[in-house]
T-cell receptor
Framework: AQSVTQLGSHVSVSEGALVLLRCNYSSSVPPYLFWYVQYPNQGLQLLLKYTTGATLVKGINGFEAEFKKSETSFHLTKPSAHMSDAAEYFCAVSDRGYSTLTFGKGTMLLVSP | GAVVSQHPSWVICKSGTSVKIECRSLDFQATTMFWYRQFPKQSLMLMATSNEGSKATYEQGVEKDKFLINHASLTLSTLTVTSAHPEDSSFYIC????????????FGSGTRLTVV
């Protein structure tokens, strides 16, 4: 069975500061990995995903994540936070058959001026 | 890109009534649709997986007679909450697997259901 652990239910940063949201997964085989963002009362928007190839993945809005197999991690980063980045972020995994997504509990990113 | 249109965005209904939520794939064929439920400040919990033309597969603990899922066409899947009760109040989101996107996933905008 797969599982996802997101460290920190809330992360607070100042505008312009580095954003780091942590995600660790548990899977018997290397999974596909995703980061989604959710704004209040809205669906999920894909930020980026890792399937194969380069382990450093660049996504939308300046976000990127690095797949580290040895650490079973897929942390999300952004060099400089913007007020509009304040939202809930979910890390998710699926098996390589794209059957179902397993989500982490989410991390609320708070950005202060 | 692949878009899933979900309606309604929000609905308020009385206890005992039924509510239907629709998800339509606008520019692709959704052979598989996933239905999630999200409680406030919590993660998404998969309720069921539906494949076009066949019965949905429900996750453990989800009442199939209460949450009726129909996936009769490649562009439409519906979730009907029957005999709704206040504890059914939640945020419901659909998601489709997109073949054109190397089988990635796209999500509807969600439906806020409030049962009074």
């Amino acid at each position: 069975a797969q599982s996802v652990t997101q460290l920190g239910s809330h992360v607070s940063v100042s505008e312009g500061a580095l954003v780091l949201l942590r995600c660790n997964y548990s899977s018997s085989v290397p999974p596909y990995l995703f980061w989604y963002v959710q704004y209040p009362n809205q669906g999920l928007q894909l930020l980026l995903k890792y399937t194969t190839g380069a382990t450093l993945v660049k996504g939308i809005n300046g976000f990127e994540a690095e797949f580290k197999k040895s650490e079973t991690s897929f942390h999300l980063t952004k060099p400089s936070a913007h007020m509009s980045d304040a939202a809930e972020y979910f890390c998710a995994v699926s098996d390589r058959g794209y059957s179902t997504l397993t989500f982490g509990k989410g991390t609320m990113l708070l950005v202060s001026p | 890109g692949a878009v899933v249109s979900q309606h309604p965005s929000w609905v308020i209904c009385k206890s005992g009534t039924s509510v239907k939520i629709e998800c339509r794939s606008l520019d692709f064929q959704a052979t598989t649709m996933f239905w999630y439920r999200q409680f406030p400040k919590q993660s998404l919990m998969l309720m069921a997986t539906s494949n076009e033309g066949s019965k949905a597969t429900y996750e453990q603990g989800v009442e199939k007679d209460k949450f009726l899922i129909n996936h009769a066409s490649l562009t439409l899947s519906t979730l009907t909450v029957t005999s709704a009760h206040p504890e059914d109040s939640s945020f419901y989101i659909c998601s489709a697997r997109v073949r054109q996107d190397n089988y990635g996933y796209t999500f509807g905008s969600g439906t806020r259901l409030t049962v009074v």
